[in-house]
């Protein structure tokens, strides 16, 4: 690839090959055979509702410059809402699912102490989070559970130490798609009054699915819920949403900043519309045209399809899986996060082994070092916990059939039969 920036232009057929020579090098991550993340595949309407988003290049702060997108957000957000379970509410597209969980802490923290805004950190006392250990890192306690968010064990926690703010469940974990305990947790929430945010940036998408959501009962008691319809659904990255359950317009008052340049109260339009202050960003893309418009297309009853099949796939290569020696499952999936360990021919047989777990942990980096270099496929491996590197095939993508189940496992057999 030749980078360089240089002081002259480029002739229109140089810059063709140019965008040529970007495609051929870059990851297809619309191909059937891309498992490695969260998202994948490519929606037709999603990608033209993309291709008009960029060439209006506008931004979403003002009613004044995108008058179309601030009243679609509104209409996309409040369905997103229906199917949490809420008939009013607030919400905003965000940046990517760390950013509605990071702007949760931030409502969470301002509706407890809303003076913090004016007087900054110093002025509140130690303050405390709870998640599961699969979301949390440092400043939060957590639970030394695989999957789920424990409802006891956190009411023992409220108890004593610092003061505790809010408390993030998760509908979906990263690695093992698992889904924590909502009512449970719900009802240790409103005993002890603290906000109760659901990162459902990967599961929230199962709402859509009357066979399964069930997952997700009790989402509609939460104060608040990330939710990432470029996964699942294959929006197109990126659309994430932040939901809340809140009508006193506490998105504003935690993040506004009133800029005069932008949001003067003398318009000739309700300046309720503008959008701005709801974030700390000042530009903001525009993320709901791309949804509105594969929602338009499909409709609710094709979305439902496009979710439930990925359930029946996942199913399918855990059955076929089973059936074959040498892949033995992490767990059983609760979702279309399939994990597993490939175990090579020289270590079949020998768990007892002592340097078993060692070994068998190598055997994931060298897979996927061959499957990329042979532009096969690709799919994602990682340790957790205690547990060794082992992968996690993620069935996501609505162009996936059978076929590419079968070739999933067939191709892990040829790259690792010399192992």
Known sequence: ??????????????????????????????HPHFFNQLFSGLDPHALAGRIVTESLNTSQYTYEIAPVFVLMEEEVLKKLRALVGWSSGDGVFCPGGSISNMYAVNLARYQRYPDCK???LRALPPLALFTSKEVGRGTGLHWATDSNLQPAESETYILRGAVPFLVTATSGTTVLGAFDPLEAIADVCQRHGLWLHVDAAWGGSVLLSQTHRHLLAGIQRADSVAWNPHKLLTAGLQCSALLLRDTSNLLKRCHGSQASYL?????????????GDKVVQCGRRVDCLKLWLMWKAQGGQGLEQRVDQAFALARYLVEELKKREGFELVMEPEFVNV?????????????????????????????????????????GYQPHGTRGNFFRMVVANPALTQADMDFFLNELERLGQDL
């Open 263 to 275: 949001f003067q109260q003398d318009k000739f339009y309700d300046v309720a519309l503008d959008t």
């Open 339 to 379: 994990c597993f360990w490939f175990v090579p021919p020289s270590l079949r047989g020998k768990q007892g082994s002592p340097d078993y777990a060692e070994r068998l942990a190598k055997v994931a980096p060298v897979l996927k070092e061959r499957m990329v270099k042979e532009g096969s496929m690709m799919v």
């Open 1 to 30: 690839l030749d980078l360089e920036l240089r002081s002259h232009g480029e002739s229109r057929e140089q810059i063709l090959e140019r965008c040529r020579a970007v495609i051929r090098y870059s990851v297809k991550t619309c």
């Open 118 to 120: 004016q007087r900054g």
